[in-house]
Each structure stands twice: as structure tokens, then as C-alpha cells.
């Protein structure tokens, strides 16, 4: 707004943000991109698990741990197309260690919706709809998946 009213202060302002943001990493951007390729791959043979396993080693060294939650939900869609209870159970298991903290401890309750599992019993997520809407959004997202999956082949 300032530099339709004020082209001048907005000058000084531009000058402060390029200031503030030109030693910034935007590594974030490019691991969020990282997770979307994971998403769009769930359920193949594009070596999604793997793929997740060097994007998770590198976000923490890059000190991003926040992400994990996010790629442990891509990982958990994977196993759901897959029909791979085992693997989703496993992976259910580390999503609630990385969310025990309570940040982005909706992912879990996500993470068993598309796996068709019952709600966590110690789940206080508040959705804007009904729980039972909720889950079955979720675990539509996975049957339209198997869907076109089966479909290709």
C-alpha cells in the first residue's frame, strides 16, 4: 500500500525488506515442493519411500524438524493408496512421536482417516465440520487414488 501512497518511504521500506530477506534460505519453498512431488507420486513404484527418507534426513540438518509431520502425512497417504497397513501403522507411529508436542498433531487424525482407522481415543482436534465428514474427505482422497491408479495399469 505504501508504494501507491508514498513512493518515497516505500523506497525506504524496499531498501529494508531486500535488506532482511537477502541472507535468507528459501530451502523451506523447495522442501514444501519436495512433499508435493511425494504427494503426487503416493501410491507408485517411484521409490516414494525412499525419496522421503533423504528429504526427511535433509531437513534436519537444514534445522526444518517442523517438516517432518508434513512429510510423515505424504508417507502415510503412500501406504493408504497402497493398502500397506503395516508400513501406515509404522508410520502413524513416528507422525504421533514428531506431533506429541501438540504442533500439528492434526495430522494424525488426517494420517488415519485416509488409512480408514479409527480416530486417536486421546484426539482433541476441533474440526470446522463433524469428525465422521472430516475422515471421510480424507479417505476419499485415497480410494479416488487406487482408483486412477488402477485405471493407468
Known amino acids: 500500500m ?7 518511504r ?15 534460505d ?12 511425494l504427494l ?12 522421503a527418507t533423504v528429504l526427511h534426513t535433509e531437513v534436519t540438518v537444514a ?5 517432518t509431520p508434513l512429510i510423515e502425512t505424504a ?7 497402497r493398502g500397506a497397513h503395516d508400513d501406515l501403522t509404522a508410520t ?13 498433531a492434526y495430522y494424525v487424525s488426517i494420517a488415519t482417516a485416509m488409512g480408514d482407522l479409527p480416530q486417536p481415543a486421546e484426539s482433541t482436534i476441533q474440526w470446522l465440520d463433524d469428525a465422521h465428514t472430516v475422515h471421510e474427505r ?14 493407468a495399469h
Open 2 to 8: 505504501t508504494a501507491f501512497a508514498d513512493p518515497v
Open 40 to 51: 503426487r507420486d503416493a501410491g507408485t513404484d517411484c521409490d516414494v519411500t525412499d525419496r
Open 63 to 67: 534445522g526444518l524438524p517442523w517438516l
Open 10 to 24: 516505500a523506497d525506504d521500506e524496499l531498501a529494508l525488506a531486500h535488506q532482511l530477506l537477502e541472507p535468507l
Open 92 to 104: 502413524i507411529d513416528r507422525l504421533r512421536e514428531a506431533t506429541a508436542n501438540g504442533d500439528f
Open 75 to 81: 508417507i502415510a497417504f503412500h501406504h493408504a493408496v
Open 26 to 37: 528459501q530451502r523451506a519453498t523447495t522442501f514444501y515442493a519436495d512433499v508435493a512431488a
Open 138 to 151: 480424507w479417505r476419499t482422497l485415497v480410494t479416488a487414488r487406487q482408483d486412477r491408479l488402477r485405471r
